[in-house]
């Protein structure tokens, strides 16, 4: 009886800690027809350069080394839990891996400001709840803030492959066609997100774009774009 409440218990912390844990990095979960759960590594989103795309998954494979290498009773951490277990030094060091490892490899991918911002706060609050002895090392388990850079990096590019595929798409109709043709790119996504960015024809699609006239231009001026700032 004892050890069936055991399992109960463990089953019912692990369902505890998914509301407050990130998505795993590197692979994502699902049932096949048999009922039986897999995984598979996160697809690479489409319209990014080969440098985007390496720079993602390297990002996602540290992620997941220093957050979810290793599971008991329910709980994935990494070797940021382990190494933060020796007072001070361990804490210290957690925070410089995380930056060196993951957010100055993810800045390599030319990121806004705000969002490297975004970041580093993660990884500074991941830095204060270690300090607490014990509770602390479970905190930093707990929030993951690799795992966490890792999804707004992979969400920001996965944006930034959907804007260059549409400005792809309206080159193509202008070519077709002989004039020009909106690609629903405001200039606020062009300055915050760079589509096509680390590719050998970026340059030409930010020329092309600006040579679409001032009527285009307009168009793009007066939409506040739709990237959204504030990605959790």
Request: glycine share 8%.
């Amino acid at each position: 009886m004892s050890a069936y409440m055991q399992n109960i218990g463990v089953k019912l912390f692990r369902q505890h800690l998914e509301n407050y844990t990130p998505p795993d990095p590197l692979y994502e979960y699902y049932t096949d027809a048999k009922g039986k759960q897999r995984r598979k590594k996160r697809d690479v989103p489409a319209g990014l350069s080969p440098r985007d795309a390496k720079i993602l998954k390297t990002v996602q494979r540290r992620a997941r080394c220093l957050d979810k290498s290793f599971s008991f009773c329910g709980l994935r951490f990494g070797w940021t839990f382990i190494i933060g277990i020796v007072p001070g030094a361990g804490d210290a060091a957690c925070a410089a891996l995380n930056y060196v490892l993951v957010i100055r490899k993810a800045r390599e991918a030319d990121l806004p400001p705000w969002l490297v911002g975004k970041m580093l706060f993660n990884n500074v609050v991941s830095a204060i709840g270690g300090i607490v002895p014990a509770a602390g090392d479970v905190f930093i388990a707990v929030y993951k803030a690799n795992s966490r850079n890792a999804m707004l990096l992979e969400e920001f590019l996965r944006i930034r492959g959907e804007e260059y595929l549409k400005l792809q798409a309206a080159q193509e109709d202008e070519a077709r066609s002989g004039r020009i043709v909106a690609s629903g790119v405001s200039k606020r996504d062009m300055e915050q997100v760079k589509p096509g960015a680390g590719m050998e024809t970026e340059r030409s699609v930010t020329s092309s774009l600006s040579q679409r006239g001032k009527k285009q231009t307009t168009e793009l001026n007066s939409d506040h774009g739709r990237f959204v700032e504030n990605m959790n």
